[in-house]
């Protein structure tokens, strides 16, 4: 004992690090790839793997470009690029998810500061960005399915009000049209519940828009609309893998809760009146994105033993 | 009342259920005046005195002020001025052991003085400190004439080292107990609550029973609490009993609740009972670098090198690190020339699997810290404003509300050095920095990361920025020196008397 090392305490720390959550997002993310990739063809693993790697490149860049310090194991740079691949369809141009990459990780997070400084899910802004420019990626695009014809995507039978003409249990397995990694509720559902349940990600904002997705729904559509609704539309999959991100979700309990529940009220009154069609989550999620300074500070905590207004 | 902290895992495997050792008492004991920051006491001693076990050596001044005692039966070689474990300079009273064991305890207590006053008195006399922050004479927070509804006995461990609570009232129940009894007299309170966690269910079984059998059920209540980390701050404590909390500072008085420790308990029954003063303190000694890993009694200003002698290291490598007090909220030790006192809870020889050094990286705002601070401050944001310099920002937002328990740093997946930063932080802001070995230990951190913004701060951590090396170094000699002469006159004695034998026993310490 010759030498004694001081430090200040507490002198030990949880054992897990921004990392290794993020490893755990893309462990649960991959089931739902691979069912991506049985159900669209190879194609989709390329389309995955595309704004996977472009999306690490361009964090790397932009960090060495800013001489900002260079993390070479970055996953959150990672899971950007995984989650925004799941969002796109399998017959979109090869360019598509490398640009949406360049807008998610240059635009939407670097230029906000990088990691934890972003307002924005910057897949779920990238992707609603691609939306507008590419505005086949909303409605027709969605082609190439399992049953391999061209199927419209099930929101433009929704929106005429057709809830029968996609069954259910199709939906649940998804033998629909639709992005990579949203059609399969199942995977989904499964992925989401595993995830909540380590802790990994937050239950209540889910929970809190599940409800109030169904309540409106409800309200203007009638019950017959809620499972074709919460199905569809790449609903659940923003609900579970998008809407808890750490960095742009609100920081307390209750603004947690009260993030999901407006979350769900937009969401369903975008999709029932059909505004925006597939991007109409993503609108309502970059919609929420703002709001959340706003609810941080409604629900600030205010600290114990230390007079009001003080 | 919502119990917000962090679950810890709990370390306690070898040193839980052995029951207590003795440690072997050392040549020399250096008691230190100060136990923490508080109104230092008067030395009634001079170098050359003979003490007995028992004696004081020191009086209180002023209002507040508390009795220290001698450990043991021999004479005051010297008075040296050192640091102390929580890094504030005091006067240590070193004295040599003989192997006369004279005692001179405190004046019995006949059974009709079993009321408030005399046992107050009592109280003021044993020596007793507060185990919770701020460390202040026991009798303190009993002096405030408030209606108290609650004695509150906190059992909880919160830290996952120690387990010296635990074994206490498992060996020494009834004592406790009838300790507390004696408290809740001097409290004038109407009930006594014993506070568990959820990790010691058999334990409060156990204790239930007991009261049980002395048929108090009415006034004595177990409570089971569940298993969090923080629970031993007493404010914080009297907040989940009562639903108030006092401001920083303050005593729990005026929440009608005072909160206790069961080794205060079981010291008072000594001083009661036993008319025994307070001299010694139930430690858990524990970590992977000490090999024998157990509670101990162990004297008020036995040094943390003799104890490391007996209890033994591993390994002999650098990065070790010794803590005095639990591996959450205790202090880091830059030597082994320390002085165990009545605050020590803990004492950990850790080494480098235990402890985790992390670079700090960039937050991810996930609010995770904010819904762990017991206080509720919101972390982040004060991290924020710490990080920029913007310190009346900072006391906005309640930095002087933290109580340093280190949850939100435990709990940080992005590694920030948030309680460190927050406890700096409020030091500066209450015009002490500097003061508090934390906040020290920080700074010293702080300028080996080199932040780039220079601005009044740093001159000022200049010039208050006490170093805990160079009052410990400057000091040392003066220990060494006396300690030669001890050994010197040992010598000597052995060659003049050959009849006493000096027991030099087993260096286990043995079993009670
Ligand atoms: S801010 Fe202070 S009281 Fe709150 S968790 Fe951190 S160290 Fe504990
Ligand atoms: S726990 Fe750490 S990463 Fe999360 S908000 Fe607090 S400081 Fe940021």
Same mark, same amino acid.
């Given at each position: 004992m010759s030498k004694l090392l001081i430090t200040p305490s507490p002198h030990v720390t949880k054992q897990h690090s921004t990392n290794m959550l993020m490893f755990a997002m893309i462990c649960a993310l991959v089931p739902t790839a691979m069912y991506g990739v049985v159900v669209f063809g190879v194609r989709a693993l390329l389309i995955i793997g595309l704004s996977v790697v472009s999306a690490y490149l361009f964090e790397v860049l932009f960090n060495l470009l800013k001489n900002r310090k260079v993390e070479?194991?970055?996953?959150s740079s990672v899971v950007t690029g995984f989650i925004l691949g799941l969002t796109?369809?399998?017959?979109?141009?090869?360019y598509v998810p490398i640009i949406g990459s360049f807008i998610a990780i240059v635009i939407f997070k670097g230029c906000f500061g990088g990691i934890g400084k972003n307002l924005f899910n910057p897949a779920g802004a990238a992707r609603l960005v691609l939306g507008f420019i590419f505005t086949g990626l909303a409605l027709s695009m969605f082609t190439g399915t399992a049953l391999g014809e061209n199927v419209a995507s099930p929101l433009a039978y929704f929106a005429k009000g057709?809830?029968?003409?996609?069954t259910i249990r199709s939906l649940f397995f998804g033998n629909?049209?639709?992005a990579i990694g949203t059609v399969s509720i199942i995977c989904i559902l499964v992925a989401g519940i595993v995830l909540m349940s380590f802790k990994i990600t937050d239950f209540i904002m889910p929970v809190g828009a599940v409800i109030t997705f169904i309540a409106i729904t409800w309200a203007l559509?009638?019950? +017959?609309?809620i499972v074709p609704f919460l199905f569809s539309g790449s609903f659940l999959f923003v609900t579970m893998f998008?809407?808890?991100?750490?960095? +742009?979700?609100?920081?307390t309990v209750w603004g947690k809760f009260c993030y999901g529940l407006i979350f769900g009220v937009v969401a369903s009154l975008f999709r029932v009146y059909n505004?925006?069609?597939?991007n109409s989550v993503f609108m309502a999620l970059v919609f929420m994105n703002i709001l959340a300074p706003l609810l941080d500070k409604i629900f600030a905590p205010h600290p114990l033993g230390v007079k009001r207004g003080a | 009342m919502e119990i917000r902290g962090v679950k810890l895992k709990k370390q306690v495997r070898y040193s839980k259920g052995n029951g207590f050792f003795v440690l072997r008492e050392p040549d020399y004991f250096s008691v230190p005046?100060?136990?923490?920051?508080?109104e230092k006491p008067q030395r009634v001693v001079n170098v050359g005195d003979m003490v007995k076990?028992?004696? #004081?050596i020191a009086k209180p001044v002023g209002r507040y002020g508390s009795f220290v005692y001698s450990p043991?039966?021999?004479?005051?070689?010297g008075v040296v001025t050192k640091l102390n474990a929580s890094g504030n300079e005091c006067e240590h009273v070193v004295i040599s052991r003989d192997l006369e064991n004279a005692k001179d305890y405190l004046p019995a207590m006949a059974e *009709?003085?079993? &009321? @408030?006053e005399p046992l107050l008195r009592r109280l003021y006399q044993s020596g007793m400190v507060d185990?919770?922050?701020?460390?202040? #004479?026991?009798?303190k927070k009993y002096l405030l004439r408030c209606q108290i509804k609650s004695l509150v006995?906190?059992?909880?461990?919160?830290?996952?080292?120690?387990s010296s609570d635990s074994a206490l009232i498992e060996t020494y129940m009834s004592e406790v107990v009838e300790g507390a009894k004696l408290l809740k007299i001097v409290a004038r309170a109407e009930k006594l609550t014993f506070i568990f966690t959820s990790k010691q269910k058999k334990l409060a079984g156990v204790l239930k029973k007991y009261i049980k059998q002395l048929n108090e059920q009415k006034r004595i209540r177990v409570k089971i609490y569940p298993n969090?980390?923080?629970? @031993?701050?007493s404010r914080l404590m009297a907040y989940y009993e009562t639903g108030k909390m006092v401001p *920083? =500072?303050?005593?729990?008085a005026p929440t009608s609740a005072i909160i206790e420790s069961p080794s205060n308990c079981y010291d008072f029954y000594n001083a009661v009972k036993?008319?025994? #003063?307070? /001299?010694?303190k139930a430690v858990t000694v524990s970590g992977?670098?000490?090999?024998?890993?157990a509670n101990y009694f162990i004297k008020n200003g036995t040094s943390i090198e003799h104890i490391l002698s007996i209890v033994g290291t591993k390994e002999e490598y650098e990065e070790n690190m010794l803590i005095?007090?639990?591996?959450?909220?205790g202090i880091a030790q830059e030597t082994l020339d320390i002085s165990a006192t009545l605050t020590a809870s803990c004492i950990l020889f850790v080494n480098r699997d235990e402890y985790s050094r992390d670079n700090e990286t960039a937050c991810? &705002?996930?609010?995770k810290c904010v819904e762990c601070c017991p206080v509720r401050i919101h972390v982040k944001n004060l991290d924020d404003a710490i990080v920029n310099r913007e310190f009346s920002k900072a006391k906005k937002l309640g930095? *002087?509300?933290?109580?340093?328990? =280190?949850a939100c740093s435990y709990i940080c997946p992005a590694k920030r050095y948030l309680a460190q930063r927050i406890s700096f932080a409020k030091d500066i802001v209450q015009g &002490?920095? =500097?003061?508090?070995a934390n906040s020290s230990e920080f700074a010293q951190i702080e300028q080996n990361v080199a932040s780039n913004d220079e601005d009044e701060i740093k001159v000022e951590k200049k010039e208050n920025f006490v170093s805990p090396q160079a009052g410990a170094e400057g000091s040392k000699p003066a220990v060494d020196e006396m300690i030669e002469q001890i050994k010197e006159d040992r010598e000597k004695e052995k060659s003049k008397d050959?009849?006493?034998?000096? /027991?030099?026993?087993?260096?286990?310490g043995k079993n009670e």
């Open positions: 070479w194991i970055d996953m796109l369809p399998v017959n979109v141009p090869v057709e809830f029968s003409a996609i629909v049209a639709g559509s009638g019950a +017959t609309a998008m809407l808890p991100d750490p960095t +742009t979700s609100p920081n505004i925006l069609g597939e | 005046l100060l136990a923490d920051d508080g076990e028992g004696t #004081p043991t039966s021999g004479k005051v070689i *009709e003085d079993m &009321n @408030h185990n919770f922050a701020p460390y202040d #004479p026991a009798y006995i906190n059992c909880t461990e919160d830290d996952p080292y120690k969090v980390y923080p629970l @031993h701050d *920083e =500072g303050s005593r729990t036993k008319n025994l #003063p307070c /001299i010694q992977k670098n000490c090999l024998r890993k005095y007090g639990g591996i959450m909220s991810i &705002n996930c609010g930095v *002087e509300a933290c109580i340093g328990c =280190g &002490n920095f =500097g003061k508090s050959t009849k006493f034998k000096i /027991i030099d026993a087993t260096g286990g």
